[in-house]
Each structure stands twice: as C-alpha cells, then as structure tokens.
C-alpha cells in the first residue's frame, strides 16, 4: 500500500554486526492511523522507531514517507520532513529550561516557528500535558513522569505529520496512565497520524487501529488489536494466555 500511505516500511534489515535486530520487516502507516508496535522485549521495536527517526541507517530495505525515500537521511533532515518522537529513556536539554526545551522542536523541526510566536505555541503544547505552571522550571527540577511530558510537548512543537511514542506510557501510576491514555486519545480524535509503542495493552486495545507484533526481529502478526491479540504465535511469543 505505498500509494496513499503516510509512511512504507519496505522489507527493511538492520544488522549490528553478526546480530540482526530487524529482519526484512514490511508495514504501512495511512494518514491519520495510530498503529501499535509490540512484542517482546528484544524485539526490535526501538530499533525500527530510530530506523524511521534517522537516529539508525538501514542496513536493506527503504523507508518512505509520503513516498519520498528518508532510509539514508539523517535525522535533523527527517525531523524537518515530518517525523517527531519521544524516547524510550527521556532524553531532556539539561542546560535548558522547560519552554525553551520545548521550543526546541519548533525551531528545529517540521513547524519551523520563531519568536514570541514559538514561544506561545510552546506554551500551548505544555499546558495540553499539563505543565504550564513549570515553563521556567529547569528540566532538572522535574520528575521523571514530568520530563516525559515535556518530550511529548516538544514533540507536538514541531508540527509534525508523524508522531513516534516509544513506550511514552511506561512507568505511569494508574492515575497517570489513564491521564497519559486521555492525552493520545485527544491527539488521535485530531486526526494525527501515530506509531506507538508499547507494554501496556490497555492502552493498545483502546488507541490503536492496527498493530505489527514482532519477534526476534521479524513481524509475526498483522491486524486489529482484537485479532492480534487473540494469535496464538503472538500469545506465546508476548502476551501470555491471561493478558489475551
């Protein structure tokens, strides 16, 4: 489905060495889809979200977006095409505050703003994920939860076409997961087009359209969450018979 898709993911390998962590992996994203990328831990799966985000080069294959080839762009060049995202391990400009973090993406992603205008958008994007009263805040003053709140502010400050979220639920208490569920729930009802990662299954049966499942690299199953989750090859591979 590369006609029409926001993004395809053409048999793409990624090796390290002898190890390959992404074995000739296939999917497409349609605009406005938020997809599911699970399966155990080792699978793979934030190797794919840095094969896409240009944090890692494939080793075969092609990634397009929009149809326009990214596989061997770097990373500045792609977040400037559309694609932003968050990390699995919080990764925060430490020397910086809380706005100015967050200004970051629109001054080096897809929006490109400048000015008192960043500024003000950069609010906006704080004030959805709840942290406007810390704008002038140093990142360091934060806890853990609020620093990947700010990520996903800066994220959402580039404008992008596609969101990545590397397992942005993990860690959550209950509270803060539905709070954190609520907030995807809204980007989606927006219409933006999401790859998300990620262990809480709760959150995969209620967000995504579609989900890839991996293992050992290679995809073992495609379709609703209702149907994958209900595989057997994945039950055994992930979820275990309680969380089917």
């Known amino acids: 489905m590369v006609?029409?898709?926001?993004?395809?993911v053409d048999t793409v390998t990624k090796t390290f060495g002898g190890?390959?962590?992404?074995?000739?992996?296939?999917?497409?994203?349609?605009?406005?889809?938020?997809?599911?990328?699970?399966?155990?831990?080792?699978?793979?799966?934030?190797t794919v979200m840095n094969l896409i985000s240009g944090a890692l080069s494939v080793s075969s294959g092609r990634i397009l977006l929009y149809g326009e080839a990214i596989s061997r762009a770097?990373?500045?060049?792609?977040?400037?095409?559309?694609?932003?995202?968050t990390f699995q391990i919080v990764r925060m400009l430490p020397s910086?505050?809380?706005?100015?973090?967050?200004?970051?993406?629109?001054?080096?992603?897809?929006?490109?703003?400048?000015?008192?205008?960043?500024?003000?958008?950069a609010l906006a994007q704080l004030k959805?994920?709840?942290?406007?009263?810390?704008?002038?805040?140093?990142?360091?003053?934060?806890?853990?939860?609020?620093?990947k709140r700010v990520e996903l502010a800066r994220?959402?400050?580039?404008?992008?076409?596609?969101?990545?979220?590397?397992?942005w639920l993990a860690g959550l208490t209950h509270t803060e997961l539905q709070a954190g569920i609520s907030l995807i729930e809204e980007l989606r009802s927006e219409g933006r087009t999401i790859v998300v990662v990620e262990h809480v299954m709760d959150a995969i049966r209620s967000l995504c359209d579609r989900c890839v499942v991996?293992?050992?690299?290679?995809?073992i199953a495609e379709?609703?969450?209702?149907?994958?989750?209900?595989?057997g090859e994945v039950i055994r591979a992930y979820l275990g018979d309680s969380d089917a």
Request: negative net charge; proline residues 3%; aromatic residues 4%.
């Open 3 to 8: 006609n029409g898709s926001a993004l395809h």
């Open 19 to 46: 190890l390959v962590a992404v074995d000739s992996l296939s999917f497409d994203l349609a605009e406005h889809e938020v997809l599911g990328l699970i399966g155990p831990s080792g699978s793979g799966k934030t």
């Open 74 to 85: 770097s990373a500045n060049i792609i977040a400037r095409m559309g694609i932003a995202r």
């Open 96 to 121: 910086l505050t809380v706005l100015e973090n967050v200004c970051a993406g629109g001054v080096f992603g897809h929006g490109k703003r400048w000015g008192r205008e960043l500024d003000e958008f």
């Open 128 to 147: 959805r994920v709840g942290l406007e009263g810390s704008a002038n805040s140093p990142v360091s003053a934060l806890t853990y939860i609020d620093q």
């Open 155 to 167: 994220a959402l400050a580039s404008e992008p076409k596609i969101l990545l979220l590397d397992e």
């Open 214 to 219: 991996m293992n050992g690299g290679a995809k």
């Open 223 to 231: 379709g609703t969450p209702r149907d994958v989750l209900s595989d």
